[in-house]
């Protein structure tokens, strides 16, 4: 695995998006209109018509994500409480990791269609979670209609239902699908370098603990239960991958939304993300060793 190659691409991507958030002011909403409508439920289906992940295999990978998350809910309740911190808004960036916009193309780049097809039901499940009790986390109340607007699930059930039928569509089909999901990782990276820019950070020494807690405790939680279920193989790795991803920007929506401390979370996805430049390549490195 060659560590360099996987993750410069990467951040230089978000490196130009940054920079076109310092010379031009844009509104990107029609570019995260397009990423979350058309070009990646077209990336996930097309990954997963490829990879041919079984259902049996997808219901396990929601059972171990479902588990991680549950952990990161029940250890970051108890710090909030224990330490008497006011700013409730910051569990959310504590429980989800950024698993799509970063998380897609490291997992493509370090272990290829396969990888990126289990990155993809990881982020869907974790998307899932963040739309429901997130939400009622950030704001006490819950709308489960949330969950049905993401396309994410739709393309998702649509491939596992051709994968238990094996069907495959024909390349006349597939090939426009797959060009047009190709887009999504170069487009979102620009989305998130370009979105960092317009944070400004504070409350720093908070935001870099909840940081050092999101990418570490998702790192040592997920190794346990690769561990405790002998997981092997790039689901393993996925696993150990995702869950260290740096904070998730919806999480950054979502608190802005609710108006649950917009600022501190977001200086915390700011912080994660620049953390997540050394933590990557070093995770990459931990996983080539076994």
């Given amino acids: ?97 950024n698993t799509g916009y970063l998380g897609f193309p490291v997992a493509l780049f370090a272990f290829g269609v396969i990888g990126l097809s289990y990155a993809v039901i990881y982020s869907a499940i974790e998307t899932v979670v963040l739309m429901s009790l997130g939400i009622y986390l950030a704001h006490h109340k819950n709308d489960f209609r949330e969950i049905f607007k993401i396309p994410l699930i739709y393309a998702i059930l649509i491939a596992l239902l051709f994968n ?41 020494k908070k935001a870099l603990l909840v940081s050092l807690f999101r990418i570490g405790a998702g790192f040592i939680i997920a190794l346990s239960i690769v561990s405790l279920f002998s997981l092997t193989g790039v689901l393993r790795n996925i696993l150990i991958l995702e869950a260290a991803m740096p904070s998730a920007v919806l999480t950054m929506v979502i608190c802005h939304k609710y108006r649950r401390d917009p600022d501190l979370v977001a200086s915390i996805v700011f912080i994660s993300t620049l953390i997540s430049i050394i933590t990557i390549p070093i995770i990459l490195w931990f996983l080539s060793l076994y």
Avoid at 3 to 20: H, T
Avoid at 39 to 56: D, G, N, R, Y
């Fill in 1 to 97: 695995m060659n560590i360099i190659n996987i993750v410069i691409p990467i951040f230089l991507i978000i490196a130009l998006g940054a920079l076109l958030g310092k010379i031009k002011k844009l509104n990107l909403d029609p570019f995260i209109f397009i990423i979350m409508y058309i070009t990646a439920p077209a990336l996930v289906f097309s990954s997963l018509q490829k990879s041919e992940i079984k259902i049996a295999e997808f219901f396990s990978m929601i059972g171990y994500v479902l588990i991680i998350i549950l952990i990161l809910w029940v250890i970051s309740t108890i710090i909030i409480k224990l330490s008497r911190i006011k700013e409730k808004g910051l569990q959310l960036p504590m429980m989800f990791g």
């Fill in 164 to 204: 238990i039928i094996n069907y495959k569509l024909p390349s006349l089909v597939l090939t426009p699908i797959d060009m047009i999901g190709q887009i999504t990782i170069p487009l979102a990276l620009i989305v998130l370098g370009y979105r960092l820019t317009k944070i400004k950070v504070k409350q720093v």
